[in-house]
């Protein structure tokens, strides 16, 4: 018997899903065994081209019309938003229906009473989609890695943000003309604001936590910087001494807490993570018994994100076939993390510190690190400027954030020093 299948938007990413339907309609049968029928979908201008034909009668312009249609089965959910998708997805749960959705804000942001109906209605909330576009990673940390513990998580899941940084690094530019490329070649939205300053990566990394950590933490906990104060002259600076910055949202279990933060991060050159350009996304696992493994590929766009939407149905459609109930999301109910403050996270620094170049600088800085306990693995001084003024760059051992903090607010209010020092954590994998 087909299953009936409610598609809650049909743009970019649902227009994939229905050519992707259309297209392996065969293969889902014969070599899957289901027949999947597309029988209610919910746009908002019924005029509009679609990615496929279908019946004008199976489109509507009220998405609770998908979810009260007892032929639809499985609810995709790609419109978008958090209002009104939250309480859409809430009511296709309560009614028994197995749920997609490709929307990472609103399950990071809202997600608790999805995941929670999920499992008490024994459904299925799928969201592969949602973090990581076509790369299987949700499938991965639930399946494929189940045999280990997961000691740590290292991600660039901001195609947006990697992009500008690959670009400024590969033709010496600052952010913002990079930004204005990123949005002319349509990999940067016309408000970028929550790719630039993190929120959406702070908003995929709070989901992989869940599943890594089985803990529930909200983005606006995570520790968050992001890429828009990061110059030219600091990549430069990076190449010299052996890194390339990225974005990266970093996760770890350290003994029952987590420390979770996304940040600009010097990556060594020779990590994989160093290697990832332009709108790629690639996140790096490390669990106790296979070791560091990396996921690499397309984050975003119609046809990587629809090939997770269509992942996530076909696996619900076997299970509902199969009689099999979905043991909800396996996410709730799940204990609120426990996270490491920020005074306490332990990195090396690269410090750019810019000043008048006179005799005892050097000293007077590296006192004040000394003073509380910091301790200089690297100094870079290069020419003079016809300003008078210098950069200095210093890449300290590895030390707390309230250390560090206290010696840069110390430094940066030495006469000589003429700006705020710009300071960019090391990865040490
Ligand atoms: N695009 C990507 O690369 C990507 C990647 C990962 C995740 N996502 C996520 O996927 C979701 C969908 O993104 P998208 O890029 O496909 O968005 P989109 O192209 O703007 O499509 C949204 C769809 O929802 C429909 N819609 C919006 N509001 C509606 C309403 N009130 N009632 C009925 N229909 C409504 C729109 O109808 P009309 O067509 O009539 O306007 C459209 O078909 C979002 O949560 C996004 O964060 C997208």
């Not at 309609?25 to 999947?36: E, H, I, P, R, T």
């Not at 199976?58 to 995709?76: A, E, G, K």
């Not at 018994?289 to 992942?311: L, R």
């Not at 109910?333 to 510190?353: H, Q, S, W």
């Amino acid at each position: 018997m087909a299953i009936g299948i409610g598609l809650i938007g049909m743009g970019v990413v649902g227009g994939g899903v229905a050519r992707i339907l259309n297209e392996r309609a065969d293969f889902f049968k014969n070599v899957k065994g289901l027949d999947l029928d597309i029988r209610k979908v919910a746009v908002r201008d019924l005029s509009k081209p679609r990615a496929i034909d279908l019946p004008t009668d199976r489109f509507t312009t009220d998405p609770m019309d998908v979810i009260n249609d007892p032929s639809v089965q499985i609810v995709i959910e790609v419109m978008g938003g958090i209002d009104p998708a939250h309480d859409l997805i809430l009511s296709a749960l309560k009614a028994g229906k197995d749920v997609v959705t490709a929307n990472k804000a609103l399950l990071a942001e809202q997600g608790d009473d999805l995941f929670e109906m999920a499992a008490q209605k024994q459904v299925g909330l799928g969201f592969e989609a949602s973090i990581c576009g076509g790369i299987p990673i949700v499938q991965t940390l639930s399946q494929g890695l189940v045999g280990n513990n997961i000691e740590s998580l290292y991600g660039i899941l901001n195609g947006t943000t990697n992009y500008i940084l690959t670009r400024m690094t590969e033709a010496g530019a600052n952010f913002d003309p990079m930004l204005k490329e990123a949005q002319d070649k349509g990999f940067a939205e016309a408000d970028p604001t929550m790719d630039i300053d993190g929120t959406d990566a702070a908003q995929k990394l709070a989901l992989l936590c869940r599943l890594a950590f089985r803990a529930k933490l909200s983005p606006s906990n995570i520790i968050k910087e992001g890429i828009s104060h990061i110059t030219a002259l600091d990549i430069d600076f990076a190449r010299e001494l052996g890194y390339t910055i990225k974005l990266l949202g970093i996760a770890k279990a350290v003994g029952d807490r987590i420390e979770a933060r996304v940040h600009p991060a010097m990556v060594p050159h020779g990590e994989l993570l160093a290697d990832i350009r332009n709108e790629f996304n690639a996140v790096e696992i490390v669990g106790s018994a296979v070791d560091s493994q990396v996921f690499y590929g397309k984050g975003a766009g119609e046809m990587p994100t629809a090939s997770a939407v269509v992942a996530d149905l076909i696996g619900l459609a076997e299970k509902r076939q199969a009689g099999v109930p979905s043991i909800g999301s396996a996410l709730a109910p799940l204990p609120d993390a426990k996270l490491i403050p920020l005074d306490e996270v332990n990195t090396g620094c690269y410090c750019r510190f810019t000043v008048n170049d006179r005799p005892g600088v050097l000293a007077q800085i590296a006192t004040l690190f000394s003073g509380v306990g910091i301790s200089i693995e690297t100094v870079i001084q290069h020419g003079r400027s016809e300003s008078g003024t210098v950069p200095l760059i210093m890449i300290t051992h590895d030390a707390t954030e309230a250390a560090m903090r206290t010696a840069i607010s110390r430094i940066n209010d030495l006469s000589f020093v003429t700006e705020d020092a710009q300071v960019i954590r090391i990865l040490h994998p």
